[in-house]
């Protein structure tokens, strides 16, 4: 696996009013398709499809690290700030800058390569 994949943007707001229960985040993972794809070139003519995979989160050891990696965002943006989230932070989860180029100021979930590939059920996370 060779890329992260954006889950949902980060309201700060949304984030800091919603336990993780509530969260975008979870409603997002409850119940997604992923399509992974081989890269051709950058121009993009066509694309192979390599995988669908359907993914809840119901593997209770990998919903407690998704919801502790939420929850470490939250804690961040309430004592630092929004702009203290860095993609060093999470496990499965991480809080990432989307946008072009640098200095953008808006924010995403991406899955880390490793939960990518577990949600394409190309390796399994921890026991599960």
Not at 7 to 13: G, W
Request: charged share 25%.
């Amino acid at each position: 696996m060779k890329e992260t994949m954006a889950i949902t943007m980060i309201d700060p707001v949304n984030v800091l009013q919603k336990k993780f229960e509530d969260s975008h985040l979870l409603t997002k993972l409850k119940k997604i398709v992923v399509c992974a794809r081989m890269f051709e070139s950058k121009e993009e003519n066509a694309s192979t499809l390599v995988r669908v995979s359907t993914f809840d989160l119901d593997n209770p050891i990998i919903y407690k690290q998704v919801k502790s990696d939420y929850e470490l965002v939250r804690y961040a943006i309430k004592n630092k700030g929004f702009n203290a989230l860095t993609g060093k932070m999470g496990i499965l989860v991480q809080p990432r800058t989307k946008g072009a180029g640098h200095g953008s100021t808006s924010r995403a979930f991406y899955a880390r390569k490793t939960f990518v590939s577990h949600i394409l059920g190309l390796s399994k996370w921890p026991d599960g």
